[in-house]
C-alpha cells in the first residue's frame, strides 16, 4: 500500500500541475473546454489565463503595443500547437464548447486581429509560431511553408537550397508604386499604399517633410514628404497646426 501511494506521488504531481493550466476564469459555455483540449494536447502547449507563462507566450509576437494594453480584450487560453493534429483538436473542441478561435501567425497585422477582441467574448488564440517548417522542392520551384514562418526565414531556406531561386515578398506592387513629380514623390498617388497608415499618412508625410524634404530616402512605396517646400519647415510646422497634432508626438 504505502508502496502504490509511494509510485502515484509523481502521477498525482504532474497530474497537478497539470490542471494548474487549465485554471481559468469560469465561463458557462467554455467551462468544458480546457478538459476537451487535454485529451489531444500536451498541457504545456495549453496556456490558460492563470498560467505564469501566460503573459510571455501572448505578448511574444504581439509589435503593436496599441493592442496589448489593461483594457484590451484578451484571449482566455493560448494555444501553441507543434503539430496539426493540436490544430484540429482546438477546432473541434472551440467549436463543441462555444469558443471561438483566433489563428495567430506572425501577428504582423495592422489591427491584433489574431490575438484581440473589440468586443468582450470568450476566445482562444491558436499560436503557430511553432510550426514555422520551410521545405523547398528545388526539382519543381516550389516551395511549402509552414504558417509560422517569417520571411526571413523563408528567404534564408531558399539561398540555402539554390542560388537560382527567390521568392519575392514583404511588398504588394500591385497597389501602385511612387508617382515621382519634379523629382519628389506625390503625395496624392501615395494614398494608395498609405491607407495602410489610417489618418497617420498625412502625419508620416508630415514628418517626412521635416526629415526628408527632397525626398532623398525614397523606395517604390515609400512614404512622400508633404509640405510647401519653399516655405520651409516653418510651412510644414504650420501644416501641422492645421492637422490639430502635433506630427512629431
Ligand atoms: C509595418 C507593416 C508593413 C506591412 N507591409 C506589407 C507588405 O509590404 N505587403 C503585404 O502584403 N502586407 C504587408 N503588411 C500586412 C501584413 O503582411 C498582413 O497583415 C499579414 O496578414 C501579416 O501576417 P501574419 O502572419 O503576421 O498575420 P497575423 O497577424 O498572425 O494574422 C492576420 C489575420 O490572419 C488570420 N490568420 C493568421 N494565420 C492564419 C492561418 N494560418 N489560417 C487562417 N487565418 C490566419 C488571423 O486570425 C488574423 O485575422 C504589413 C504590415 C505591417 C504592420
Not at 497539470?18 to 500536451?42: G, R, V
Not at 496556456?47 to 494594453?69: E, M, W
Not at 499560436?127 to 526565414?153: F, M, P, Y
Not at 537560382?164 to 508604386?177: K, R, S, T, V, Y
Request: glycine share 8%; with cysteine; charged share 20%.
Amino acid at each position: 500500500m504505502a508502496m502504490a501511494a509511494k509510485s502515484l506521488a509523481p502521477v498525482l504531481i504532474s497530474t497537478v500541475f497539470c490542471c494548474y493550466a487549465f485554471l481559468t476564469p469560469s465561463h458557462a459555455s467554455s467551462d468544458d473546454f480546457p478538459q476537451c483540449l487535454s485529451a489531444s494536447i500536451p498541457c504545456p502547449l495549453v496556456h490558460a489565463q492563470s498560467s505564469p507563462s501566460f503573459t510571455s507566450v501572448l505578448v511574444s509576437s504581439i509589435r503593436n503595443a496599441r493592442f496589448s494594453t489593461p483594457t484590451t480584450v484578451r484571449p482566455l487560453w493560448v494555444i501553441t500547437p507543434t503539430n496539426a493534429s493540436h490544430v484540429q483538436a482546438a477546432v473541434v473542441c472551440g467549436r463543441r464548447h462555444g469558443v471561438r478561435l483566433r489563428v495567430r501567425s506572425g501577428g504582423h497585422d495592422y489591427e491584433g486581429l489574431s490575438y484581440s477582441s473589440k468586443r468582450p467574448e470568450v476566445f482562444a488564440v491558436v499560436d503557430l509560431s511553432n510550426l514555422r517548417g520551410v521545405r523547398i522542392d528545388k526539382q519543381n520551384s516550389t516551395a511549402w511553408v509552414d504558417s509560422g514562418a517569417t520571411l526571413g526565414e523563408l528567404y534564408y531556406a531558399v539561398a540555402q537550397a539554390s542560388n537560382q531561386l527567390a521568392f519575392p515578398a514583404g511588398l504588394d506592387l500591385d497597389l501602385g508604386e511612387n508617382v515621382v513629380v519634379g523629382n519628389v514623390s506625390s503625395y496624392e498617388a501615395g494614398k494608395v499604399w498609405g491607407e495602410y497608415f489610417r489618418d497617420n499618412y498625412k502625419r508620416h508625410a508630415l514628418a517626412k517633410n521635416e526629415i526628408d524634404p527632397d525626398d532623398f530616402f525614397r523606395n517604390e512605396q515609400s512614404i512622400p514628404p508633404l509640405g510647401p517646400g519653399k516655405y520651409g519647415a516653418a510651412g510644414t510646422r504650420k501644416m501641422a497646426r492645421a492637422c490639430g497634432r502635433n506630427i512629431l508626438e
